[in-house]
């Protein structure tokens, strides 16, 4: 089975804190995905990456970046905090199979970010 | 810009009972997925639709995609209370970047 692990399930923070969310996914996916979910928003993609060192902004990148060092690992940063981005963070994985076919996003626990 | 909007967002119905989530996309795609979360869990993959007319079945649940109307539906058969969470369909507008709907939360009531 696909794990996809991230490193805190509950994380609270100060405003202007620069913050790391970790993931990590073992089954040697080439994508990696940041979302965030808020009430009545659903998923919305933060960033993704397609391969080691690539980045990609999704549809609401403003205040995040993200680092991509090892194939496996995906971390998302918040360089200044603020509490605007109080929110529940998820990252997936996903293999792109050698004909093309996407396959579904494999999504790890999340982790509850709380800015003060 | 892809629109995805779910109806109902809220679903309480009784056990026993027949019901249908739809989902609806604003620009052309296909692929649509859906996905189930629990309470504090994270997303589960229930159903990837690849094609028009696809037509998925899981236990109660059959999904399926018509992508000329840009509609896919989520049925639930003969509903049981271990089906009761938040169900949500996304959909792929390119190279996996997915537009999730809000979410139909659905409680399924003894």
């Known amino acids: 089975d696909v794990k996809v692990t991230q490193s805190s399930r509950y994380l609270v923070k100060r405003t202007g804190e620069k913050v790391f969310l970790e993931c990590v996914q073992d089954?040697?996916?080439?994508?990696m995905f940041w979302y965030r979910q808020d009430p009545g928003l659903g998923l919305r993609l933060i960033y993704f990456?397609?391969?080691?060192?690539?980045?990609e902004k999704g549809d609401i990148p403003e205040g995040y970046s993200v680092s991509r060092e090892k194939k496996e690992r995906f971390s998302l940063i918040l360089e200044s905090a603020s509490t605007n981005q109080t929110s529940m963070y998820l990252c997936?994985?996903?293999?792109?199979?050698?004909?093309?076919?996407?396959?579904?996003?494999?999504f790890g626990p999340g982790t509850r970010l709380t800015v003060l | 810009e892809l629109k995805v909007e779910q109806n109902p967002l809220f679903l309480s119905m009784q056990e026993g009972k027949n019901y249908t989530i739809y989902c609806n996309y604003s620009t052309t795609s296909d692929r649509l997925y859906w996905y189930r979360q629990d309470p504090g869990k994270s997303l589960e993959s229930l159903f990837v639709l690849l094609s028009n007319g696809a037509v998925k079945q899981e236990g109660r649940l059959m999904a399926s995609l018509d992508t000329k109307a840009r509609l896919s539906t989520l049925h639930i058969t003969a509903a049981v209370h271990d089906l009761s969470a938040t169900y949500f369909c996304?959909?792929?507008?390119?190279?996996?970047?997915?537009?999730f709907g809000q979410g139909t939360r659905l409680t399924i009531n003894p």
């Open positions: 089954m040697d996916h080439e994508n």
């Open positions: 997936a994985s996903a293999f792109t199979g050698w004909t093309g076919a996407y396959n579904e996003q494999f």
């Open positions: 990456s397609y391969d080691v060192k690539m980045k």
């Open positions: 996304a959909v792929d507008k390119g190279a996996q970047k997915l537009v």
